[in-house]
């Protein structure tokens, strides 16, 4: 489904988020989702609030099978094993040949040999997206970073020239997630502002942003950098709501589901969080 481009004063646009959001929830897009263990329960969650349509689809057997009629692919290698490897790769390499878009987020990926070797094999796949923290997209590109298992440890800035690179040697955006959240194709790039402190104090909400990304893209499989934008717009617009009142992250994660769900089009757009890099 290509979305008409609409009239924006964004230059880094060329449809808006709102826009993209009415379109996404009129599909209702089938995404399968790869993912790890602590993240299926609250992916699912997150994508049915903004209104996709999930499905945790991981096994060899069936991944290709599946991939080859969902609308767009996620995969997550968090919790990696052999079993979920074989169907990471059954799945990502049906949806190419099926035209269909797909979601890579390289979680820890430089923390052992495994991991390393494992991403390389789904790089060589051709994601559409690549989303990750800032230590996973600068080690990804092959620099040094100072992660520490599942959590950044260098800034957005820091990430931003290692993205650039990702993009443009593999052909594909690229997202850098954290405090304030960076895109690229390896020609645009643009910033999206919002969010909530409370946000990286709820397990797997990077892991579910994997999936909602997977969710636009499947609504606009020809304008995957501004797919990518939109979905996170949405995140840091309903993290920017739903931590006005929270008193902890666990009323934030109930909130922030709250806030998924009522966030409009107009709301979206009204907020103006992408700033051209």
Not at 26 to 51: C, D, E, H, R, S
């Amino acid at each position: 489904m290509e979305v008409d481009p609409v009239h924006s004063n964004n230059p880094a646009l060329a449809v808006t988020p709102g826009q993209l959001l009415e379109a996404m929830r009129a599909k209702n897009p089938l995404v399968q989702n790869i993912t790890n263990f602590v993240a299926m329960n609250i992916a699912a969650n997150v994508m049915l609030a903004v209104g996709a349509s999930p499905a945790m689809v991981h096994s060899a057997e069936e991944s290709a099978e599946f991939a080859a009629i969902a609308s767009a692919l996620t995969v997550n290698i968090g919790t990696i094993s052999p079993d979920f490897l074989a169907g990471m790769k059954q799945a990502a390499r049906a949806a190419g040949e099926n035209g269909k878009p797909w979601v890579l987020d390289p979680v820890a990926h430089f923390a052992t040999s495994y991991r390393r070797a494992a991403v390389a094999e789904m790089l060589a796949l051709k994601p559409t997206v690549i989303r990750g923290n800032a230590s996973e997209i600068i080690a990804l590109a092959g620099e040094r970073s100072g992660g520490q298992g599942v959590d950044a440890g260098d800034s957005i800035a820091s990430a931003e020239l290692a993205a650039g690179t990702l993009a443009k040697r593999h052909g594909c955006v690229v997202a850098v997630t954290g405090e304030h959240d960076f895109v690229t194709d390896g020609k645009r790039s643009a910033h999206v502002i919002g969010g909530s402190a409370w946000m990286p104090k709820v397990t797997a909400l990077g892991c579910a942003l994997t999936g909602v990304v997977g969710a636009f893209v499947a609504t606009a499989p020809e304008q995957p950098f501004d797919a990518t934008l939109a979905a996170l717009s949405v995140f840091a617009a309903a993290g920017e709501k739903a931590g006005k009142d929270a008193g902890g992250p666990g009323s934030f994660a109930v909130r922030f589901l709250d806030e998924l769900a009522r966030l409009t089009p107009i709301e979206l757009d009204a907020s103006d969080r992408v700033v051209p890099a």
